[in-house]
């Protein structure tokens, strides 16, 4: 039986998540845990996250989670959601707040100069509802997903890679940010699959079924 941990820091309603996964892969057995000898010990590792970043990376330390994490990222299938995805870069302009450093890059904040529609009218920070996603590349976590369906968001701050080889699909919000990376065994999104109807639950069934 594939054994997923839900990485539980203390930040999000991760029983969402939880629940969304035990929908796509209903013969896994799917974990909340803060326990980091149970992330260790999952097959998969989905890494989820709300709120503001320097407070997630406090307690992601103070759970003593952030070697299992890390480790994680490097050696299994790893999905990391929402904030999930900014605290692996390597800072973030809220706080500032250093973040987990696998992959190299920052997190800004949506610019208010450019916070504008293409009719003119004013975007409100944060970025909050349904948003078109495009694909950089074809990636095993696309499957069946059509280039454009629409996914889910809540944020105020985006990420910004180095490395524009890692972007893997991109939105647009007065700017064209890139909203999911991948590399290797890790693959992280901005916006909450669990939240994102039928799309959102392939992307998650894709993650069950994918062997980098």
Same mark, same amino acid.
């Given at each position: 039986?594939?054994?997923?941990?839900?990485?539980?820091?203390?930040?999000?309603?991760?029983?969402?998540?939880?629940?969304?996964?035990?929908?796509?892969?209903?013969?896994?057995?799917?974990?909340?845990?803060?326990?980091?000898?149970?992330?260790?010990?999952?097959?998969?590792?989905?890494?989820?996250?709300?709120?503001?970043?320097?407070?997630?990376?406090?307690?992601?330390?103070?759970?003593?989670?952030?070697?299992?994490?890390?480790?994680?990222?490097?050696?299994?299938?790893?999905?990391?959601?929402?904030?999930? =995805?900014?605290?692996?870069?390597?800072?973030? +302009?809220?706080?500032?707040? !250093? @973040? /987990?450093? $696998? *992959?190299?890059?920052? %997190?800004?904040?949506?610019?208010?100069?450019?916070?504008?529609?293409?009719?003119?009218?004013?975007?409100?920070?944060?970025?909050?509802?349904?948003?078109?996603?495009?694909?950089?590349?074809?990636?095993?976590?696309?499957?069946?997903?059509?280039?454009?369906?629409?996914?889910?968001?809540?944020?105020?701050?985006?990420?910004?890679?180095?490395?524009?080889?890692?972007?893997?699909?991109?939105?647009?919000?007065?700017?064209?940010?890139?909203?999911?990376?991948?590399?290797?065994? =890790?693959?992280?999104?901005?916006?909450?699959? +669990?939240?994102?109807?039928? !799309? @959102? /639950?392939? $992307? *998650?069934?894709?993650? %069950?079924?994918?062997?980098?």
């Amino acid at each position: 039986m594939t054994h997923i941990a839900v990485v539980d820091y203390g930040m999000g309603n991760l029983r969402s998540v939880a629940k969304a996964l035990e929908h796509v892969a209903p013969h896994a057995r799917v974990e909340v845990t803060d326990d980091p000898a149970r992330v260790r010990a999952a097959q998969r590792v989905v890494f989820p996250g709300q709120g503001a970043m320097p407070d997630c990376m406090r307690e992601l330390d103070q759970r003593k989670l952030r070697p299992a994490v890390i480790e994680a990222a490097r050696e299994k299938p790893f999905l990391g959601l929402c904030i999930g =995805l900014q605290m692996l870069f390597d800072a973030s +302009e809220e706080g500032p707040a !250093a @973040g /987990l450093g $696998l *992959l190299a890059g920052q %997190v800004r904040h949506f610019p208010a100069e450019r916070m504008f529609a293409p009719d003119g009218e004013r975007l409100k920070v944060p970025h909050m509802g349904w948003n078109q996603v495009y694909r950089q590349g074809e990636h095993p976590l696309w499957s069946g997903i059509a280039d454009g369906s629409r996914f889910y968001f809540v944020h105020s701050y985006y990420v910004e890679p180095h490395d524009s080889g890692v972007g893997a699909a991109t939105a647009r919000y007065g700017l064209d940010f890139t909203c999911a990376v991948a590399r290797d065994n =890790l693959f992280a999104v901005q916006f909450h699959p +669990e939240k994102s109807a039928g !799309a @959102g /639950l392939a $992307l *998650l069934s894709n993650f %069950v079924h994918w062997n980098p």
